[in-house]
């Protein structure tokens, strides 16, 4: 019994004596704090309205109103969140080192940052999984693209998963220990030194979607390189049989190899999408077709790459730190670079517009015409004119 006491007290002293830690170390200067202060609203802007851009253009144009195209708008209202709610809490907060907004609010800040962040994290993954998809199995892919309540089931499941693994411990863990450990004048989850939990639920927040996001790319990237070999493999042997053929019917050489290059630039222009060095029917157009794949094929595994880097990048260090800082009691990790790692994770919310809507051209239709309505507008006299 003694000995819980001590414990107890011992526990309770630390908890103070971090706090009083913590709270100096959120004393900043005037230069600092105005630098702070300018560097924190310029990423709430840019949170804010590069994910309301694509929520509103997903309202306005209905042609995006499709199933892979939902997962984006329910990403762009997690990240939203986070800019409108979480961060403008959170500023005076680390300004001034004290919590001011009473133990209600911290408890609903709380319960907000972690489902947005978590719900960010699984939005990602469940669009890397629909473009998997969308790769490997396209022809059913394209068959249920009409099937939106299939997606609504999906993104509502995001959140229910995302509530689920935070939200019942930063409600009810002190009513379970039967004690809070947090200061009044502090707001942290009373699981802020419990390892055990933090690396039980940093499996499925951080490690298990990274895994999968990496996966999913990496299998886009390999199925996309493996088609276009077998086309190549068979433009070839179309080649190859129809020269054999012509030879048979004594048609001469030099029109027989210009015969052929017309079929390989032919079948190559067919298998892959548009593009400026392969409009052109002619000799030199052969040679640049095996150029031109291997550039796309670097195109596409560099930007499935800034993805998944991005996505580490942003998540890893926080995670890594939160299990070590859990681990050691916070003796091992100075405070500042868990705030630096806790920042990542919110800048992620501004760079995941310009990272996934921004790279499909539905979406650039959409935000330039919300965005340049002008451009899009046509004057009456060419209306007119165009009908004369």
Not at 70 to 86: E, K, M, Q, R
Not at 327 to 341: D, F, L, N, P, S
Request: with cysteine; hydrophobic share 45%.
């Amino acid at each position: 019994m003694s000995e819980e006491h001590t414990d107890s007290n011992s526990s309770r002293y630390y908890f103070d004596n971090t706090s009083t830690r913590v709270q100096s170390s959120f004393v900043f200067s005037g230069p600092m704090f105005v630098i702070l202060m300018v560097m924190m609203v310029t990423l709430v802007i840019v949170i804010v309205l590069g994910n309301a851009l694509v929520i509103v253009a997903f309202k306005v144009d209905k042609s995006l109103r499709k199933q892979c195209n939902y997962y984006f708008l329910n990403l762009a209202i997690s990240d939203f969140l986070v800019g409108a709610f979480c961060i403008p809490v959170y500023m005076p907060y680390i300004l001034t080192g004290k919590w001011t907004m009473g133990q209600g609010l911290c408890k609903l800040w709380l319960v907000m940052d972690y489902l947005l962040c978590s719900a960010s994290v699984f939005n990602i993954v469940l669009i890397s999984y629909d473009r998997f998809l969308s790769v490997t199995r396209a022809v059913s892919y394209r068959a249920r693209q009409g099937m939106t309540h299939q997606a609504i089931v999906k993104m509502i499941a995001v959140w229910v998963l995302a509530f689920v693994l935070y939200g019942p411990a930063i409600i009810f863990w002190e009513l379970v220990v039967g004690k809070s450990h947090v200061p009044k004048d502090e707001c942290f989850a009373e699981f802020y030194y419990s390892w055990y939990f933090l690396l039980s639920a940093s499996m499925l927040e951080f490690f298990s979607p990274f895994i999968s996001v990496a996966f999913f790319n990496l299998s886009i990237y390999l199925n996309i390189r493996r088609r276009r070999l077998h086309s190549r493999e068979a433009q070839l042997q179309l080649q190859l049989s129809e020269s054999a053929s012509a030879q048979e019917k004594g048609i001469p050489l030099s029109h027989n190899w210009w015969f052929g290059m017309k079929l390989a630039v032919r079948g190559s222009i067919q298998s892959q999408t548009s593009s400026p060095t392969l409009g052109k029917l002619d000799p030199s157009t052969s040679r640049a077709v095996q150029p031109s794949r291997l550039s796309r094929d670097k195109k596409i595994a560099k930007s499935l790459a800034i993805i998944v880097c991005v996505f580490a990048i942003c998540w890893a260090p926080y995670t890594l730190l939160m299990i070590i800082r859990a681990a050691c009691r916070g003796r091992c990790i100075q405070h500042h670079w868990y705030e630096v790692t806790f920042w990542l994770l919110w800048l992620n919310s501004a760079i995941n517009p310009f990272l996934y809507p921004l790279c499909h051209s539905s979406f650039r239709r959409a935000f330039s015409k919300i965005l340049c309505p002008r451009r899009h507008t046509t004057p009456p006299s060419s209306h007119w004119a165009s009908n004369s």
